[in-house]
């Protein structure tokens, strides 16, 4: 189980024992859930397959046992499912948690102001070490803008039907369904708002046209993109946003990530002979959609937006970037079903939280914001 998997659950209200606690084979003895300890042997290196395996046994054990399902029944498959859930987002790609800068605010209302949660500043002082008092940390940046939360979520309802006649019904469907959404949802958080923005040439870069080969043309408005970008300032303030503790991120389409990655490495192909140049100061991120983008539901289309090919964006990620503020992570309820619908259990996903990207978007102001709008270089 790794290191990713085991922080994620601690989320929930689940915990996994120390080591100290487990027993000579390596198994727990029991999980907590909501304060209350359920048996469910969980061994320190189980993978999703041996946790989907016990879920499936387990679920139709209880579901189909005549004297129906108890309620630490259900919350041991609330357990079990949540872990199963946080293997299989493990094993996809939440961006996310790069993007962002994300604080946990369990007591936070329905609006946070920003002031209130970003970063004090202040100075140091020279003082002669006797009834001096030293300068203190003070309150951040002077605005009033919010972060609006809300309350996001899905569900599943199992049926007689699956229990009884389906057999290829599997817990699996489930689980792995719910990450996929899980994720789905949590780029498009970032991704959509980035896409569906309106860019102006203060935030565009069009494609070189000096350089004498495709691979230089690239690497020619890579560089342009970046400068323009670390040339952004802050809309509050007023600092460029290279001036400030910053990460860069590359976000482009996997197509074009194929190219661009020996790009910003630093190795360019002329002809038969690579020439090796300074590496950029980028981080790679590639992605195309969310794994639902696209796809029917109901009477909608699903929009899980990604990068188009020929399109990239640098994103200088700096302590006042994008902000996310976590009420609740993505949190699991379990319930009996309904016995005039003969079905068996419900589940219900939801998380508490709001994001903030007003300091990065173009919407900022002329020559503010924290994203430069690439359009690459076409053969």
Known sequence: MSTEVK?????HKIRLYKM??????????Q???????????INN?????NVLDM????????????????????????ALTVIAVEFAEAEMDDHSGALFNAVSLPNATQTVVLQEILPYIG?????????????LLDATIPTKDMVKLFVRGFGWKDSLLNDALNPFYSPERVTRSAATLSVDAKNRDFFKPV?????DANHSQSPDTVGTTYHLKIRNTLEMALQKAYALKHPVTGKRVSAMAHKNYLLCNPVDALIMRPIVAGQIGIQTTPQFMGALDLDVIAYDGGNFDGLTYGKKTLEFPGIPQGTAYIYVKNIYGAQKVIKRNTSLAVGAGDVLELSTERKAWHRIDGVFLDWVLPTAGAGKGAIIKITLPTR
């Open 7 to 11: 922080n994620k659950i601690k989320n």
């Open 20 to 29: 100290a606690d487990f027993d000579d084979a390596g198994f727990v003895p």
């Open 31 to 41: 999980v907590e859930v909501n304060g209350k300890k359920v048996d469910a042997a």
């Open 45 to 49: 290196k189980m993978s999703y397959g």
């Open 55 to 78: 879920l499936t046994e387990k679920a139709r054990k209880y579901k189909n046992a005549a004297q129906g399902i108890s309620a630490d029944q259900l919350a041991e498959l609330q």
């Open 123 to 135: 100075d140091e002082g020279t003082v002669s070490g006797t009834n001096d008092h030293v300068p």
């Open 195 to 199: 896409i569906e923005a309106t860019y």
